[in-house]
């Protein structure tokens, strides 16, 4: 029903930027909350931010607080990941995902379960 494919991955050394895109089908994407999360090689599939569907209301994870932005454009059906100062630990696959019909306009969630539909994921590799 809904499709999401990520973009804008890539290779950067540390200190370095990179934006992410997700790009959604469908006309409810005005009104899911969108999500961020990221996988490391053997590590399970992490929250890194939030975006409420009035885009009024963010959540980051605090070990990209202060250097991860979340945005969303509705008229683009895009929401977006800007990324600076990264550092190797950032390096995994990201992911969006989105949650359909949220309990009110600046609902934000954190947890991976509440989240209905899931993009193939982008890969982020930071070097040092």
């Known amino acids: 029903q809904v499709q999401l494919v990520e973009s804008g991955g890539g290779l950067v050394q540390a200190g370095g930027s990179l934006r992410l895109a997700c790009a959604a089908s469908g006309r409810t994407f005005s009104t899911a909350v969108m999500g961020w999360f990221r996988q490391g090689p053997g590590e399970e599939r992490d929250f890194v931010a939030v975006?409420?569907?009035?885009?009024?209301?963010?959540l980051y994870a605090d070990s990209v607080k202060g250097r991860f932005t979340i945005s969303r454009d509705n008229a683009k059906n895009t929401v977006y990941l800007q990324m600076n100062s990264l550092k190797p630990e950032d390096t995994a696959v990201y992911y969006c995902a989105a949650k359909m019909r949220p309990r009110y306009s600046d609902y934000v969630t954190y947890r991976r379960n509440e989240y209905d539909y899931w993009g193939q994921g982008t890969q982020v590799t930071v070097s040092s």
């Open positions: 975006i409420s569907w009035s885009g009024i209301s963010t």
